[in-house]
């Protein structure tokens, strides 16, 4: 039997994950030690087992761009990151494309590539803008403080997912509130298989009535171009959907909401913006890199040994990797806990990196660029309301952000 101080020696060498915050805007200091020493650290996971954890920028690009390594939940070793983990090797069939390897992986995403260019995100634009007015204009009419959260982040992305499905505004609070629960630790397992299943009705529903008499949204086009020829069945299609609304909603409104925090308080970014427009796509890149809304990384397993230069990960060993602290990789990011709206911060990692690079990342930049424009314009001088200290961030949330951001301008 070991002894007390080798028990403790184990401990140390493998220290829970994810780790505590100290500063809520930066990732846990512990993470910064780790990223200086070898290219990957044993963690322990909450069910106690232990994974590789990697933090370093070009460890994260390694692992992610290296096809030894896969994202398929019931691979052997497989990290499962928090007890819902398990729903989906409970239920493969529920799996979007994000959880599968090539050919699959590539067959389904090649379904979706045209929607989500960087021409398709610009030509959304003047809608948001439209619409963003709209909002200001209702917000600043009201009386202060504003809640950002309520009155903006969680609103626009609903909204743009809306209209992408061709589904009314009377569905919004549905969608917000079952997309919700899909990311929040704070709900069982069970609680989140509910959400899970009632919203997968609801996009079955949809789904069937586009088959009936589609119309020109994207659902009705992947009807039209993938279902009625016989490449897309209804039962990949359904999780399909549920993937682009709970990553089309969930992780925007988190990322906007810090962003939106970031100009609040920070008067070098509110100036820089202020003087120049031109400015915020450069911004919007450095406060993805700087926020890093993915707070606990990404899962992969091994399918088989893999060198990641100083570590032999082997085969059917889980790896997660730490977007967060790659994106704070002084290496690649110089000053990296400093948030500067001039860096080129292009090389972050926030929307991943490979192949399963985030798909919507275009359109998620467009909104957050025209909501941080749309604050500017309508309030100047935006300010918090209340002390930072009493903000609420959602700490159990995978994508992390703010539960409100009561601002005055």
């Known amino acids: 039997m070991q002894n007390d101080a080798a028990l403790q020696e184990e401990k140390a060498a493998a220290p829970s994950y994810p780790m505590p915050r100290v500063c809520p805007v930066d990732p846990p200091p512990q993470l910064a030690a780790l990223r200086a020493g070898r290219a990957a650290s044993r963690v322990t996971l909450w069910d106690g087992s232990e994974?590789?954890?990697?933090?370093?920028?070009?460890?994260?690009?390694a692992v992610l761009g290296d096809r030894r390594f896969t994202a398929v939940t019931s691979a052997p070793g497989f990290p499962m990151l928090t007890p819902t983990s398990k729903l989906v090797r409970a239920a493969p069939h529920t799996a979007s494309f994000i959880r599968m390897d090539d050919p699959d992986h590539s067959r389904l995403r090649s379904m979706l590539t045209r929607d989500f260019l960087?021409?398709?995100?610009?030509?959304?634009?003047?809608?948001?803008r439209e619409f963003l007015d709209e909002m200001l204009a209702e917000l600043v009419a009201g009386e202060r403080p504003v809640d950002l959260v309520a009155g903006l982040t969680t609103p626009v992305p609903s909204r743009v997912i809306t209209l992408l499905f061709g589904v009314s505004d009377d569905s919004r609070d549905f969608i917000e509130s079952r997309s919700?629960?899909?990311?929040?630790?704070?709900?069982?397992p069970d609680q989140v298989a509910a959400a899970r299943d009632e919203l997968d009705g609801f996009l079955r529903e949809l789904v069937?009535?586009?088959?009936?008499?589609?119309?020109t949204d994207l659902v009705s086009r992947l009807v039209i171009d993938q279902v009625r020829p016989g490449t897309l069945s209804v039962d990949e299609?359904?999780?399909?959907?549920?993937?682009?609304?709970?990553?089309?909603h969930g992780t925007t409104t988190s990322q906007a909401s810090l962003s939106l925090l970031s100009l609040a308080t920070d008067p070098g970014l509110a100036d820089a913006l202020a003087k120049d427009a031109g400015l915020l796509p450069k911004a919007v890149e450095e406060l993805l890199r700087f926020h890093s809304i993915v707070q606990n990384g990404l899962a992969r397993a091994?399918?088989?040994?893999?060198?990641?230069?100083?570590?032999?990960?082997?085969?059917g060993e889980g790896v997660?990797?730490?977007?967060?602290?790659?994106n704070r990789d002084e290496r690649v990011f110089p000053s990296p806990d400093t948030l500067d709206p001039h860096r080129d911060a292009r090389r972050h990692l926030?929307?991943?990196?490979?192949?399963?690079?985030?798909?919507?990342?275009?359109?998620?930049?467009?909104?957050?660029?025209?909501?941080?424009?749309?604050?500017?314009?309508?309030?100047?001088?935006v300010r918090l309301a209340v002390p930072f200290e009493e903000l609420d961030f959602r700490h159990e949330v995978s994508s992390y952000g703010l539960g409100a951001l009561p601002v005055t301008w």
């Open 118 to 128: 960087a021409r398709k995100a610009e030509e959304m634009r003047p809608v948001l």
């Open 237 to 248: 299609l359904v999780p399909m959907c549920r993937l682009l609304l709970v990553a089309g």
């Open 51 to 61: 994974v590789w954890l990697v933090t370093s920028h070009a460890g994260a690009r």
């Open 180 to 188: 919700a629960i899909l990311i929040d630790r704070g709900y069982t």
């Open 320 to 326: 997660v990797l730490s977007l967060s602290a790659g």
């Open 208 to 215: 069937e009535s586009r088959v009936a008499d589609p119309g």
């Open 302 to 315: 091994a399918t088989e040994d893999v060198q990641l230069d100083d570590v032999t990960i082997r085969a």
């Open 350 to 381: 926030a929307f991943g990196h490979g192949i399963h690079q985030c798909l919507g990342q275009w359109l998620a930049k467009v909104e957050i660029e025209e909501m941080l424009a749309a604050v500017l314009r309508w309030m100047p001088g």
